[in-house]
């Protein structure tokens, strides 16, 4: 684990917030220099600690206006590999995020479609056919408040 001060945790929530920041206007933030800044987002990728930059898309305004999330617990795990059950559910496009977690279920994932009608498609046709799947939840997100992290 890398040591953090201050300066840097501020860096990081800033950059939390809006990733498209420069250095520049970090810096003036921060009151560092420009280099300084850029030194230390550097060391902070180096580090593994910004593992990248994501461009967070409105998907209600893409005309996706229902997110579920599915619980999946696979019905035989000793005839489907786990591998198999990813790289056929991460190749779904409404999918976006596959967690492989402990608990009720094996698989949490977040779902996208246009609406109620679109989504049962997306189940029956896709998901629902997908190697090793027994059983299904489904949670219809209704709001969704985002925050950055802990940073410490």
Not at 118 to 131: H, K, Q, Y
């Given at each position: ?21 420069s250095a520049?206007?970090?810096g003036?933030q ?11 987002i550097r060391r902070?990728h180096?580090s593994?600690?910004?593992a990248?930059r ?6 209600q ?7 579920v999330?599915?619980?999946?617990k696979?019905?035989?795990?000793g ?8 790289r ?5 496009p409404e999918?976006q ?13 977040r ?32 709001s ?9």
């Amino acid at each position: 684990m890398t040591d953090l001060d201050d300066i840097d945790r501020h860096l990081l929530r800033a950059l939390s917030q809006d990733a498209t920041l420069s250095a520049g206007a970090l810096g003036r933030q921060l009151g560092l220099s420009q280099p300084a800044t850029w030194r230390r987002i550097r060391r902070l990728h180096d580090s593994g600690i910004i593992a990248g930059r994501r461009l967070d898309l409105d998907h209600q305004k893409l005309g996706f206006g229902v997110t579920v999330f599915l619980g999946i617990k696979l019905a035989t795990k000793g005839r489907v590999s786990l591998d198999d059950f990813e790289r056929a559910v991460t190749a779904i496009p409404e999918v976006q995020t596959v967690e492989h977690v402990l608990g009720m279920y094996d698989y949490r994932l977040r779902v996208t479609a246009r609406d109620i009608a679109d989504f049962e498609r997306v189940l029956r046709r896709r998901i629902m056919t997908l190697p090793g799947v027994g059983d299904v939840e489904a949670n219809v997100l209704l709001s969704e408040e985002r925050r950055p992290g802990p940073l410490g």
